[in-house]
């Protein structure tokens, strides 16, 4: 099993920063990635990025390259999303998971089993 908690969400303007956090406990976590997905209001669950814990490789969908950054802190166990340049349609509830490494840059929902709670971003115009 992995514990992820998620924190760091909150209301931000457009153009803004806001940075979430992701907090991992339970199994080795070198056989992990870990991924950022986002769900707004009646759309589907959209994977935006993941890093391979063990050599921090990561890799992002299009939507949020050059403006979405994720890396890792290994010493506190915890996964960071910092957001720049945040646009209204990135409002959204942010969850992390946990994938087994070898599904790195895979953006399928199924191969995460394990989720946080998700956290709610709120972007003003």
């Known amino acids: 099993q992995v514990q992820l908690v998620e924190s760091g969400g909150g209301v931000v303007q457009a153009g803004g920063s806001l940075r979430l956090s992701c907090a991992a406990s339970g199994r080795t976590l070198s056989d992990y990635a870990m991924g950022w997905f986002r769900q707004a209001p009646g759309k589907e669950r959209e994977f935006l990025t993941v890093?391979?814990?063990?050599?921090?490789?990561?890799y992002y969908t299009d939507s949020v390259k050059g403006r979405f950054t994720i890396s890792r802190d290994n010493a506190k166990n915890t996964v960071y999303l910092q957001m720049s340049s945040v646009k209204p349609e990135d409002t959204a509830v942010y969850y992390c998971?946990?994938?087994?490494?070898?599904?790195?840059?895979?953006?399928?929902?199924?191969?995460?089993?394990?989720w946080g709670q998700g956290t709610q971003v709120t972007v003003s115009s």
């Open positions: 890093i391979r814990w063990r050599d921090g490789s990561t």
């Open positions: 998971a946990a994938a087994l490494a070898i599904y790195f840059g895979v953006p399928e929902r199924s191969r995460y089993p394990y």
